[in-house]
């Protein structure tokens, strides 16, 4: 039995030096090895395998901390022997942790845990070899080696629930939010990403390539592109995923995770829908939008009030065709009040009121015919906030007699001209938190001595653009299709007649002086693109709005491509270059070849009863998905044998993140009479550092070839 015992320990021994190279063999060459799949495997049993060594080594290491077990002569027989155990099952878990740290784990987090877990196993072996030395002499090391085992698997709890996991019940919670202070992103989108998805997109796990916990992380995108694009939900990662069936490998949160509620996927849909700002306010979207509903009934903006609520059977009564009344959020005791229809307005109404007077927090009278009626009916109501009279119709002599209520927080009369006595009386509302006057009649003077008489007033006069100039709108383009046989009309158009729209189809940027001007619709018969922008005196030139068109071509007797597009864009492979078919704005659609590590190669093979004057390439282009246009165009004609470099180009390239849109490429054939052509397009090996993706490489999609 003994023999026995010996021999599994000699084995253990010699495994730990071969545990020793393999570990250092991959602490060195992990970034740069190829895992086969067993191994994988064992990576991934890294957090099953851990729990052996921390038991197995800390029991031999009490040994040499616990002064009785000095003595105990059965201890110091199991002792090393755990120790031999737990230092060989470092040595495995921590293999197993090497090869899964090369599955997108990354960070100070994993740093730290891979260095403290060889420390581990290299104080595990140490301790062993060294152990018939003096026992007190290794007390100290003993227990600084534990402290290791324990910062280690913090730092392991860190990479899998993140830094602050450990002390996360201690801490404070964060002040409550206002409404007027929130956030789209940080604080409506931020907190469902860091519940449901940094946990594995996050510093010291980056799956896909993606970080979630930084905003630069969220722009940069992922390997298999961009995060989201803005208002693009058919083609934004974000949406794509978190809407696959719940059984798709690619579904996220994966199936094993909690999944996202309703309502986080409606916030998510709606972020990226308005535009996936990261910095927008909650205040700035329209208060019909869906996110500011939520963020309404979510952030601390909800007055608290002590008095009781309307039956619903009451308001039901209150509500007609002409009145609407409704709580001013769900739940609340407190209502809003709004009047519509001058023709069916009855002062009379307004005594119908009575019934809410207390509950009556907003007032809506916008351009109702007051003239008649006395508004000493508005200090009947106690607990008035806002009162809105824009365009109202109302006397001066009603507007110098205006009730003077302590409730009021906002009033607006807008529209409505202002007499001077009629000023002084709103100088006295020294409650008004916010007071709109547009359209007012009011002087410089008479606007800086409001300011004077209301100093902690919001005073909004509205905008004066008498003296800005403001920019056209662009023109219309109308076309029936994009692709044509014999020729195409195209029109423009203008919401404001009296504009000049300038044009050009011959590729220069229309000007306000040369450029033809547009009069009747443009017939063209050949491809090409329409640019076009609107000018008119007193207004800044519209931007310009542009459109290809394209005439279907000669079909090649025989056409074959040199490369191999991406499987993910590989459309109908080479017949995609010659059916005649337009692909759609959306590099996803299947109508489009995409190349990102090698050049777009086709070969066209042409008889003498071809011959070709024009060579046009149609192209996508998507700045925020990485699609750029090809940094090198190649065109080579083929002659007895010979080839001739017909075109070499680089096209201009994109300097900003643009709308999506298809561009053509026209090159004249000089010399026609040519046996092959071949066409080669680069794509872009390293986006520029103004892009979120700077570094990473860009790609070409083509859809058709155009000869005629």
Not at 82 to 107: K, P, R
Not at 376 to 383: A, H, I, S, T, W
Request: proline content about 6%.
């Amino acid at each position: 039995m003994a023999r026995s015992r010996i021999n599994v320990s000699a084995i253990l021994e010699n495994l730990l030096f071969v545990w020793f190279g393999f570990s250092a063999i991959l602490l060195v060459g992990i970034e740069i090895a190829s895992i086969p799949p067993f191994l994988q495997v064992l990576g991934r049993a890294h957090p099953l395998l851990l729990h052996f060594p921390i038991v197995l080594v800390m029991g031999g290491l009490l040994f040499w901390i616990l002064p009785r077990s000095y003595k105990s002569e059965a201890y110091a027989q199991i002792a090393p022997f755990l120790l031999l155990l737990g230092a060989n099952f470092s040595g495995i878990t921590v293999i197993a942790g090497l090869v899964l740290s090369s599955e997108g784990y990354e960070g100070d987090a994993l740093f730290w845990h891979q260095w403290a877990g060889m420390i581990t196993f290299w104080g595990g072996s140490f301790f062993y070899f060294f152990q018939k030395r003096k026992q007190k002499a290794l007390q100290i090391p003993s227990i600084l080696l534990m402290f290791c085992i324990v910062l280690t698997g913090h730092w392991g709890a860190a990479i899998t629930h993140g830094e602050d996991f450990l002390l996360a019940p201690l801490k404070t919670a964060e002040p409550e939010v206002t409404l007027a202070e929130a956030e789209v992103f940080e604080h409506l989108v931020r907190p469902i990403l860091k519940s449901k998805c940094e946990s594995c997109h996050r510093d010291g796990k980056v799956k896909g390539e993606l970080r979630m916990d930084i905003v630069e992380g969220l722009q940069k995108g992922g390997k298999s592109g961009p995060f989201v694009l803005a208002g693009d939900l058919d083609n934004s990662l974000l949406i794509q995923r978190i809407n696959l069936p719940l059984e798709e490998e690619e579904h996220m949160p994966p199936k094993n995770k909690t999944q996202l509620t309703d309502e986080e996927m409606n916030i998510l849909t709606a972020w990226v829908n308005s535009g996936a700002s990261f910095d927008q306010k909650v205040a700035d979207l329209p208060e019909e939008h869906e996110l500011f509903q939520f963020a309404s009934n979510t952030f601390a903006n909800k007055p608290e009030y002590d008095f009781d609520a309307v039956s619903d059977e009451k308001l039901e009564e209150l509500n007609t065709f002409f009145r609407k009344v409704n709580p001013i959020y769900p739940e609340s005791p407190a209502l809003e009040l709004s009047y519509f229809g001058i023709a069916a307005f009855d002062p009379n109404s307004l005594s119908d009121l009575q019934e809410i007077r207390t509950q009556l927090i907003s007032l809506n009278l916008d351009k109702m015919p007051l003239g008649n009626a006395s508004l000493d009916f508005l200090n009947e109501f106690p607990n008035l906030e806002k009162l809105s009279l824009n365009f109202a119709e109302l006397s001066q002599d009603q507007l110098e007699r205006f009730p003077n209520i302590e409730s009021l927080k906002e009033l607006s009369l807008s529209g409505i001209q202002l007499s001077q006595a009629a000023l002084e009386r709103i100088s006295g509302m020294k409650n008004l938190e916010k007071l709109f006057l547009w359209q007012t009649g009011l002087s410089a003077e008479q606007k800086a001595d409001l300011r004077a008489q209301l100093p902690k007033t919001e005073i909004d006069f509205g905008f004066d653009g008498s003296d800005v100039i403001l920019p056209l709108n662009p023109p219309r383009i109308r076309q029936e299709r994009i692709l044509f046989t014999e020729n195409l009309e195209i029109e423009l158009s203008h919401p404001i007649p009296s504009v000049k729209i300038r044009y050009s189809i011959d590729g220069t940027e229309p000007d306000s002086l040369s450029s033809p001007v547009y009069e009747s619709p443009i017939s063209v018969t050949s491809s090409g693109k329409i640019r076009a922008k609107a000018f008119a005196k007193g207004w800044i030139g519209s931007q310009e709005v542009s459109s290809v068109f394209m005439k279907s071509g000669i079909k090649p007797t025989q056409y074959r491509l040199l490369t191999q597009p991406n499987p993910r864009y590989q459309g109908d492979l080479v017949e995609t270059l010659f059916d005649q078919i337009k692909g759609e704005n959306n590099h996803t659609s299947g109508e489009w070849l995409g190349y990102s590590e090698d050049p777009f190669a086709a070969e066209l093979m042409l008889d003498e009863s071809q011959s070709i004057s024009e060579l046009a390439i149609s192209l996508l282009y998507n700045e925020s998905a990485y699609i750029f246009p090809p940094t090198r165009v190649e065109i080579i004609g083929w002659k007895n044998g010979k080839s001739t470099i017909i075109h070499s180009e680089k096209p201009e390239q994109s300097e900003k993140i643009g709308e999506i849109r298809s561009e053509l490429l026209s090159y004249s054939l000089k010399d026609s009479d040519f046996e092959k052509i071949q066409v080669k397009l680069y794509p872009i090996q390293s986006l520029p550092t103004w892009h979120p993706g700077a570094g990473a490489k860009g790609w070409v999609f083509v859809d058709e070839i155009l000869l005629n």
